[in-house]
Antibody, heavy 116, light 107 residues
Framework: QVHLVQSGTEVRKPGSSVKVSCTASGSTFRNFAISWVRQAPGQGLEWMGRILPIFGTADYAPKFQGRVTITADESTSTAYMELSSLNSNDTAIYYC?????????WGQGTLVTVSS | DIQMTQSPSTLSASVGDRVIITCRASENIKSFLNWYQQKPGKAPKLLIYAAASLETGVPSRFTGSGSGTDFALTVSSLQPEDFATYYCQQSSRTPWTFGRGTTVELK
């Protein structure tokens, strides 16, 4: 059974960066397609981008292009999402999820708070 | 980007009701449409993928329909555990996009 476990809560100051991890288990990591989706408080879901470890390539939503970097480390079955130039609007829960279309399963979510 | 328009934004219903949530895409997405359920404080859960395929373990009272630009999620007989927020999502082309959500609340 595929399982995704994310790193813990982060607090950052405006202008800084954050890197969230997502460790996969239950299947060959190269078979995964890891997306990152965020949810601001009381708001809906927003797809940020994804990586296919088998190719090592990532694609990003235009809104986040230049500010987000998604990587994968096959040796540890871990995907990473790094978001830079943080501002208060980036305060959200960040989820990783697996899937080439429908996303399942999801990680438990990582709360990132941006505050001075 | 493909825009996904969900309606209604809020739906008040009773246990046992049949409820329908609709989702419209701004362009033809064939059957690349997925539905999720989210409860407070939890990650979303995939219910339906490819417009009409029921995810393993999801009760059969949930059905998905549609293709092209118009889609629907139907709950045949609402159960207490179904009060939640539902999202549609297109996976036709990136950036993948979600509808704004439909909250099903107790009437």
């Amino acid at each position: 059974q595929v399982h995704l476990v994310q790193s813990g809560t982060e607090v950052r100051k405006p202008g800084s960066s954050v890197k969230v991890s997502c460790t996969a288990s239950g299947s060959t990591f190269r078979n995964f397609a890891i997306s990152w989706v965020r949810q601001a408080p009381g708001q809906g879901l927003e797809w940020m981008g994804r990586i296919l470890p088998i190719f090592g390539t990532a694609d990003y939503a235009p809104k986040f292009q230049g500010r987000v970097t998604i990587t994968a480390d096959e040796s540890t079955s871990t995907a990473y999402m790094e978001l830079s130039s943080l501002n208060s609007n980036d305060t959200a829960i960040y989820y990783c999820a697996d899937g080439g279309g429908g996303l399942d399963p999801w990680g438990q979510g990582t709360l990132v708070t941006v505050s001075s | 980007d493909i825009q996904m328009t969900q309606s209604p934004s809020t739906l008040s219903a009773s246990v046992g009701d049949r409820v329908i949530i609709t989702c419209r895409a701004s362009e033809n997405i064939k059957s690349f449409l997925n539905w999720y359920q989210q409860k407070p404080g939890k990650a979303p859960k995939l219910l339906i993928y490819a417009a009409a395929s029921l995810e393993t373990g999801v009760p059969s009272r949930f059905t998905g329909s549609g293709s092209g630009t118009d889609f629907a999620l139907t709950v045949s007989s609402l159960q207490p555990e179904d009060f939640a927020t539902y999202y549609c999502q297109q996976s036709s082309r990136t950036p993948w996009t979600f509808g704004r959500g439909t909250t099903v609340e107790l009437k």
